[in-house]
């Protein structure tokens, strides 16, 4: 069993940065495949980013090409999502998501393993 711990959300004006980290568990983080998500109300999740075990591969939704970073540590089982340039858009539940022993990105919902989320609210 796997286990998320998303940290860093809060209320932030446009146009301000944010930092997410996701803390996971396990002896096999380094196999892991990681992801962003986030729900907006009333609107379907979404991927946001999402990347390979060794950080060498990601992947960017078109909305924050540009704005986000996604990298990780696998010293510190941790991945991280650098949000810049913020907008009121943006504004949602973060979650993030893990598939072990897949050598690739994933794109898609096809993770294992689910944080609970934390909130990202952007004013304008």
């Known amino acids: 069993q796997v286990q998320l711990v998303e940290s860093g959300g809060g209320l932030v004006q446009a146009g301000d940065s944010l930092r997410l980290s996701c803390a996971a568990s396990?002896?096999?983080?380094?196999?892991?495949?990681m992801g962003w998500f986030r729900q907006a109300p009333g609107k379907e999740r979404e991927i946001v980013a999402a990347?390979?075990?060794?950080?060498?591969?990601?992947y960017y939704a078109d909305s924050v090409k540009g704005r986000f970073t996604i990298s990780r540590d696998n010293a510190k089982n941790t991945v991280y999502l650098q949000m810049n340039s913020l907008k009121p858009e943006d504004t949602a539940v973060y979650y993030c998501?893990?598939?072990?022993?897949?050598?690739?990105?994933?794109?898609?919902?096809?993770?294992?393993?689910w944080g609970q989320g934390t909130q990202v609210t952007v004013s304008s």
């Open positions: 998501a893990a598939r072990p022993y897949y050598s690739g990105y994933v794109e898609t919902s096809e993770y294992d393993y």
């Open positions: 396990g002896r096999t983080f380094s196999t892991y495949a």
């Open positions: 990347i390979n075990w060794n950080g060498g591969r990601t």
